[in-house]
């Protein structure tokens, strides 16, 4: 059973960097059927899609956002990360990571239990 | 850049067909996604390729996809369906999300 977990601070000072590691446990991170993604969720609001990851490396991100993230896979310890620079409150939401299948045009068919970061000083 | 809409609010009597729509240009050229979410949780994937539903998901939920328009169809509604359902596409690379749509069973 696949299992995605989400790990990193829970709250970050404005203007400085969010970083957050998702673990894949029960599955392969480099098969390629999939593409590994984050996804957000302000509270009280809607989903709002980051980026995605290749095993190969190959990246897709939210053209809003895309000035401000990376998105990386560590083949060798089965997880992949994500960094989002200069944040503000605008950033504080629930912060998923997800697994993509290619064919099924990106549908997410696992996700993580989802973790809160808070942007605040 | 691509845009799908949903009506933030659908009602439905219990027992009834519930059906939550999702517009974009095109959209019957692209495979859409839906996904059930309830407070506090994870969302989870109802129906991919349009009308595929996954394993452990009730044979009520189907999907549809023609013209403009995607539609999540709820059989025989309950009262555990109501909640918060998403419809997602796939374009130029880019995952997009609708807003949201609050399934109201009353």
């Known amino acids: 059973q696949l299992q995605l977990q989400e790990s990193g601070p829970g709250l970050v000072k404005p203007s400085e960097t969010l970083s957050l590691t998702c673990t894949v446990s029960?599955?392969?991170?480099?098969?390629?059927?999939?593409?590994w993604g984050w996804i957000r969720q302000p509270p009280g609001k809607g989903l709002e899609w980051i980026g995605t990851?290749?095993?190969?490396?190959?990246?897709y991100y939210n053209s809003s956002l895309e000035s401000r993230v990376t998105i990386s896979v560590d083949t060798s310890r089965t997880r992949f990360s994500l960094n989002l620079t200069s944040v503000t409150a605008a950033d504080t939401a629930v912060y998923y990571c997800?697994?993509?299948?290619?064919?099924?045009?990106?549908?997410?068919?696992?996700w993580g239990q989802g973790t809160l970061v808070t942007v605040s000083s | 850049s691509y845009e799908l809409t949903q009506p933030p609010s659908v009602s439905v009597s219990p027992g009834q067909t519930a059906s939550i729509p999702c517009s974009g240009e095109?959209?019957?050229?692209?495979?859409v996604s839906w996904y059930q979410q309830k407070p506090g949780q994870s969302p989870v994937l109802v129906i991919y390729?349009?009308?595929q539903r996954p394993s452990g998901i009730p044979e009520r939920f189907s999907g549809s996809n023609s013209g403009n328009t995607a539609t999540l169809t709820i059989s025989g509604t309950q009262a555990m369906d109501e909640t918060d359902y998403y419809c997602?596409?796939?374009?130029?690379?880019?995952?997009?999300f609708g807003g949201g749509t609050k399934l109201t069973v009353l």
């Open positions: 997800a697994r993509h299948v290619v064919v099924a045009a990106a549908a997410a068919d696992s």
């Open positions: 029960g599955g392969s991170i480099t098969s390629t059927s999939y593409y």
């Open positions: 990851v290749y095993y190969t490396g190959s990246t």
């Open positions: 095109k959209l019957g050229d692209k495979y």
């Open positions: 390729q349009d009308s």
């Open positions: 997602q596409a796939w374009d130029s690379r880019t995952v997009i």
